[in-house]
């Protein structure tokens, strides 16, 4: 798919949000002594995580399905004016870290989300690839990082150390051990905020002080057009909305690549570096809104219309926005398989610590904000976790105008794997 883009090719910006993820505490259960024990193991041996091989064609596709099954659980229970984006990325690595811990059904039914029937060893080592690879980026600014938090007074030091020890070498993970109080959510927001260079200064409210831990994971990505917008190419032009029509300003420009299926048309702008690029997906029905679009958009819906790329020129128009979705994911996680985690009497976490046969998911929170300018995007998300219980020719040209509710992601060009999905039906 990586083409060299036309002489007069000049990409939109666009700027994605940062997903939080978070296990939370609902119902109260049994309070259990955690004491660390050298006879418990941990659900992955580092060892076999880091010399495992993986089926990449597979797990990439695998990623891609669970990215849209993912996208159409969340545009049907969101508000179909609303602007919507996810970082199925971010999603994934929060939860894998609770993966880590998880054995038995809790185990099969996290691993099931993203690979089904896959080895849940070779799950992990993709996710801790794919973490590699986004960090070691080149020419955007692209971090992926994971934090987790432990309640001193209900586990403190006596987590599982071969579970801790995994999460830092695998995910990179920092452990903070503090009291859970009236400022702890401060300090987590505060580091939120930091990792996402002030892109979202706050996903978690004040936590219960009988919460075990708090898993964080936070993706920005800052990327500059490679070829940026001048400003002959900047114009006013109608957005047709679902609420309205407004004149906004627009980025003009002629890609190479066009893509076309019987649902829906686009375009790829690269980002500089070449790796990452800001993907349209428009409609094919003019009076379609966007976040039904994608509740209906499958896998095989996505890998079609990456599939049908032609080399020919293509005029297109995007606006200039910006954008913040946030939306709890329990129940999206549930309609999805993943059941036991949230429930205190089936939930299996004995891979974290001795005694934590009580430990439970009690909230899972995303949150992302995206802005997109002449000059590029920037995009980022947290996804939180709060776990509690006792412990045509060159010649030809086609037209796509984003003047009205489309679709969009950040792919890596190589593999086509989004790292946000989006959708715009309103620009403000």
Not at 86 to 97: Q, V
Not at 201 to 222: G, H, S, W, Y
Request: proline share 4%; aromatic share 10%; charged share 25%.
């Amino acid at each position: 798919m990586k083409r060299p883009i036309g002489k007069r090719a000049m990409a939109a910006g666009l700027i994605a949000m940062m997903m939080l993820t978070g296990c939370a505490r609902n119902t109260p259960a049994p309070t259990t002594k955690i004491v660390n024990d050298p006879d418990i193991k941990a659900a992955f041996n580092l060892n076999e995580v880091e010399a495992k091989k993986i089926d990449e064609d597979r797990f990439n596709s695998e990623y891609n399905r669970y990215s849209f099954k993912l996208m159409s659980q969340i545009a049907s229970g969101a508000e179909k004016n609303c602007n919507i984006m996810i970082s199925p990325t971010s999603i994934m690595m929060a939860l894998d870290m609770c993966a880590a811990g998880a054995k038995g059904e809790t185990l099969k039914q996290l691993n099931d989300l993203f690979a089904k029937d896959s080895d849940p060893v070779e799950q992990q080592a993709f996710a801790s690839e794919l973490m590699k690879k986004i960090n070691a980026a080149k020419n955007v600014d692209f971090l992926c990082a994971n934090a987790i938090w432990n309640n001193k007074s209900a586990i403190g030091d006596k987590m599982n150390t071969t579970y801790r020890d995994y999460i830092k070498k695998t995910f990179e993970a920092e452990f903070r051990t503090v009291e859970f109080g009236s400022d702890t959510h401060n300090e987590i927001n505060k580091w939120i905020d930091e990792k996402t260079n002030h892109m979202i200064k706050e996903a978690v409210p004040q936590l219960d002080p009988t919460t075990i831990m708090v898993l964080v994971n936070a993706i920005r990505f800052e990327g500059k057009w490679k070829e940026e917008y001048t400003d002959s190419q900047i114009l006013e032009y109608d957005f047709k909305g679902t609420k309205g029509t407004k004149k906004t300003t627009m980025l003009s420009s002629s890609e190479y690549g066009y893509y076309f299926t019987e649902k829906a048309t686009g375009f790829m702008k690269y980002y500089d570096g070449g790796e990452y690029a800001f993907l349209a997906i428009l409609p094919k029905d003019k009076n379609a809104n966007a976040n039904d679009f994608l509740k209906n958009f499958t896998y095989e819906d996505y890998k079609e219309f990456v599939d049908s790329r032609v080399g020919m020129n293509v005029n297109t128009l995007m606006p200039e926005f910006k954008s913040d979705f946030e939306m709890p994911l329990n129940d999206t996680l549930k309609n999805l398989g993943v059941t036991d985690a949230f429930d205190p009497n089936k939930a299996d976490f004995t891979g974290i610590a001795k005694g934590s046969e009580t430990l439970y998911i009690s909230k899972v929170f995303h949150k992302t904000h995206i802005e997109v300018d002449r000059k590029g995007t920037k995009a980022a998300a947290v996804t939180t976790i709060e776990v509690d219980g006792a412990m045509p020719s060159e010649a030809d040209f086609e037209e796509v105008f984003l003047n009205r509710p489309y679709a969009y992601a950040i792919v890596d060009v190589k593999t086509m794997n989004p790292v946000f999905i989006g959708t715009v039906n309103n620009v403000e």
